[in-house]
């Protein structure tokens, strides 16, 4: 819509302390909060029970690191293994016997949703009556998942360029995640489309036939009972 006014309209200034208002209020938006869970320890041949898997979506190409630090000492008679693995059958890892901080960084080879599961086997008389293990998980992905830290040092940045930086390459992401639902929903659309269009198309053949099939029964039974 245009404005027929002959003058520039011209807003007051945008205050400064709103502008790092909105700052502080994106980045705490983008902060994240660990996972903690109990994992109680399960006998070797019930071993699947005790597996627990947190499951994310990543696009391919993507940075994943994945943190976890997981209590208790080796020797408790309780292990736990972890395996990290995505919906199209690709491994990332499965490191054993983890306690302590565990991190793991890789790169998507998909489109999919990958699993980070965890299993505490127990694996020696010591491990008592109810042996559980605390374990706290972190999965960052993309610019949240980079060592803003060394760029900042690395490139001589100022603290506010550094937070500017990631918050430029969060909006990347976000933008790249809004084409690719775009793209897939305009595939899914297609298909729903070209299957309604067949369908249609078997409904009119079916009534043509079945209208077919009743005329030429009359015209054979007029024919037989003359």
């Known amino acids: 819509m245009m404005l027929s006014s002959p003058l520039p309209l011209r807003g007051p200034p945008f205050p400064h302390y709103l502008l790092l208002l909105l700052l502080l209020l994106l980045t705490s938006i983008s902060l994240s909060t660990a996972l903690k869970f109990d994992l109680h320890a399960q006998p070797q041949h019930q071993r699947q029970k005790s597996e627990r898997c947190i499951r994310n979506f990543v696009a391919k190409d993507t940075l994943v690191v994945v943190t976890a630090t997981v209590g208790g000492t080796k020797g408790d008679g309780q292990e736990v293994n972890m395996h990290i693995k995505d919906a199209v059958g690709n491994e990332y890892g499965k490191p054993r016997d983890v306690v302590g901080e565990k991190r793991m960084a890789f790169t998507s080879h998909a489109d999919s949703a990958f699993d980070v599961c965890f299993e505490n086997v127990i694996t020696g008389h010591n491990a008592g009556s109810n042996p559980t293990r605390h374990v706290e998980l972190d999965i960052d992905i993309g610019a949240d998942a980079r060592d803003w ?75 037989y009972f003359r």
């Open 149 to 223: 830290s060394a760029i900042q040092a690395a490139e001589k940045l100022k603290p506010m360029e550094a937070e500017l930086r990631r918050m430029e390459e969060l909006v990347g992401e976000i933008v790249a995640e809004m084409d690719y639902l775009r793209t897939r929903e305009q595939k899914l659309r297609d298909t729903n489309e070209s299957t309604n269009e067949r369908v249609k198309w078997f409904a009119f053949g079916t009534m043509g036939l079945l209208v077919s099939l009743g005329v030429w029964q009359v015209v054979y039974l007029r024919a």
